[in-house]
């Protein structure tokens, strides 16, 4: 099945800098790669997702780059600011899954003004 | 367009004991996921419910059930708890499809003593 691993395991950045958390796949047939924001004591909410046949993705501060062939892709957040402060999930969807998503193990990302 | 909303919000059993736990998909959603998520780590895939029927499963045992209902809604019952089914127990739904977004409610804190 697929496995997904993810890096770092924590990040602190000063507020203004960028941060970036990496995650490779082992499964060629996923196609689908979420992203997940988690504060503490909440659910887990989707702030971007980028599909296999796209290369990069930008909401406003925040992008998504997929390599398929290197099996990896990344989140990178820029202008970080305070209340970018949580833990960030990747997430990958093999085609034949029915959807089910298969985690990193996430990344407590600490902005510091 | 409501949430995902999920009960109850924490619950407390001791080992042996049965729990039922609710979901409320997000309106005009009709496939709902659970997924467990034990402290510090990734959500893990349990069930997904797609029409009313199971359509797909991860690594965990049979005393972890679901249902869903007409309506959409979900349940998902676990027999025979034991201490290291203490977690969030999260819901997410989407609108059918391998690869839809899955949107996630705020979870069950489930504490087994």
């Known amino acids: 099945g697929e496995n997904v691993e993810q890096h770092p395991s924590t990040l602190s950045v000063q507020e203004g800098d960028s941060a970036v958390i990496k995650c490779t796949y082992s499964?060629?047939?996923?196609?689908?790669f979420p992203w997940y924001k988690q504060e503490l004591g909440k659910g887990p909410q989707l702030i971007i997702d980028i599909r296999s046949n796209v290369g990069e993705k930008k909401d406003q501060r925040i992008a998504v780059t997929l390599n398929k062939t290197a099996k990896h892709f990344s989140l990178h957040i820029t202008e970080t600011q305070p209340e970018d402060s949580a833990v960030y999930f990747c997430?990958?969807?093999?085609?034949?899954?029915?959807?089910?998503?298969?985690f990193g193990a996430g990344t407590q990302v600490v902005v510091t003004p | 367009e409501t949430g995902v909303t999920q009960s109850p919000t924490h619950l407390i059993k001791t080992r042996g004991q049965q729990v039922t736990l609710r979901c409320s998909s997000q309106s005009g959603h009709n496939t709902v996921s659970w997924y467990q998520q034990a402290l510090g780590q990734g959500p893990q895939f349990i069930f997904q419910y797609y029409r009313e029927e199971e359509n797909g499963r991860g690594n965990f045992p049979p005393r972890f059930s679901g249902l869903q209902f007409p309506n959409y809604s979900s349940e998902l019952n676990v027999n025979a708890l034991e201490l290291d089914d203490s977690a969030l127990y999260l819901c997410a739904s989407s609108n059918g499809g391998i690869q839809e977004t899955q949107y996630f409610g705020p979870g069950t804190r489930l504490l087994v003593l």
């Open positions: 499964d060629s047939a996923s196609n689908y």
């Open positions: 997430a990958a969807v093999p085609t034949d899954s029915w959807g089910k998503l298969q």
